[in-house]
């Protein structure tokens, strides 16, 4: 899992409360289980203005030129700016594995749907809470400065707006360990690999008949 630690980019508002993660990844593409190869299918239903099918070449079809994301100054963004209740519905894993791999490193909205918001950090992706006020101060601003961009600090907790002002937010410790330390379920467990191999080696000493 890609660590994160501190990173700067392109904001792109997505001014839309409620977004489920069918929109953010429709349920036609969910038959792969590899975390790769979703982007080009991300907000699919907003992004095309036809209905997409699986294994189908994006590059080939109509885009809705109104949404935010098909607009050139957005095009290079990393940092997503969503309103309230962002990721709720169901519990895909599929929706911040869209996000990753279109690009998106860090999402910034005033609350989150609590599965999505875990799956988030088991992914690489950085779910961060403000307030409204403070959304809304970002929304203002990324939508009448071209090309605005964010700092976004992990380890010390701040969002770094372009004139310098700070944003504080909280992660919990443990989350934001793996994240900065880049550490999935899996790389959680092997850090613990060689208690797992002396325990194996054990079991296998007392009842080597079980191994035969």
Request: net charge negative; proline share 4%; charged share 25%.
């Amino acid at each position: 899992m890609k660590a994160f630690t501190v990173h700067q980019g392109i904001v792109a508002p997505l001014d839309r409360a409620n977004v489920d993660t069918d929109m953010i990844i429709p349920k036609q593409f969910l038959k792969s289980i590899k975390r790769t190869g979703f982007g080009p299918n991300l907000f699919d239903e907003l992004r095309y203005l036809d209905e997409g099918q699986p294994g189908q070449d994006c590059s080939q079809r109509p885009l809705n030129e109104s949404f935010v994301l098909n607009q050139a100054r957005y095009l290079d963004t990393s940092i997503l700016l969503a309103r309230q209740n962002f990721g709720c519905g169901s519990s895909r894993e599929h929706a911040p594995w869209a996000l990753d791999d279109f690009g998106i490193r860090c999402v910034i909205a005033p609350s989150f749907a609590e599965i999505f918001y875990n799956n988030c950090f088991k992914n690489g992706l950085l779910p961060i809470t403000l307030s409204e006020e403070q959304v809304e101060q970002l929304f203002a601003l990324v939508e009448s400065n071209e090309g605005y961009q964010l700092t976004v600090d992990l380890e010390r907790q701040i969002v770094v707006l372009e004139d310098g002002q700070e944003m504080s937010f909280t992660v919990d410790e443990f989350r934001s360990d793996c994240l900065l330390k880049g550490l999935d379920d899996i790389g959680l467990t092997l850090q613990e690999s060689d208690a797992i191999k002396a325990f194996e080696q054990k079991h296998i000493d007392a009842q080597p008949w079980l191994f035969n």
